[in-house]
């Protein structure tokens, strides 16, 4: 359930706001285990036809920031992505600018070894379905996204450095007042 006033709620608002400032129709599915957040997908905006995003109900943080990161392919449709139809090194590159901007508008703190790894992982498959085996997958990429995939890998790493930071900071205020958890 969604609950007035919880966490479930400001997830469900934000993903509200975002379709209020985009035009996007919101589909929501119920979401079923681990694997609910893989079916998420969105449908660029097309001959006058809005953008189309079906995401998890939002139960969970990792629920959200899959909302959010399709929302990132909309404010990013130009970027494009992967889909079922699929991968290309463009779409990869489309993929992670879409990660970035879900962790750069997070009204959450994402959860570094949880959220930001499995980012990170989901593109080390993407990168598979072309042929990547190891390595650098900016360096595998054509030279045009090269740069462009770096830097924005840079700003994912930089986002996991600030939230770890974040954390220390929010451990000391915790220690410094010498309550338990
Ligand atoms: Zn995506």
Redesign the pocket.
Known sequence: MIQPGGRRELYLDHLHELADDTGAVLTFYHPKGFIAQWR???HRAFRGRPAHITTPLPFTQSHYLTGL??F??VYQADLG??SNHGVTPEGIY??LM??VWAFEHSRVLPIPDRDLEQARI?LLFDAREIGWTGGSVADFLPAHLQDLYSEAFARLEQLQGNVWTEVDRLEQLQGSKGGDA
Request: glycine share 22%.
């Open positions: 998420a997908e969105t990161h399709e990132g392919h992505g992967t489309g993929e879409a990660h989901s």
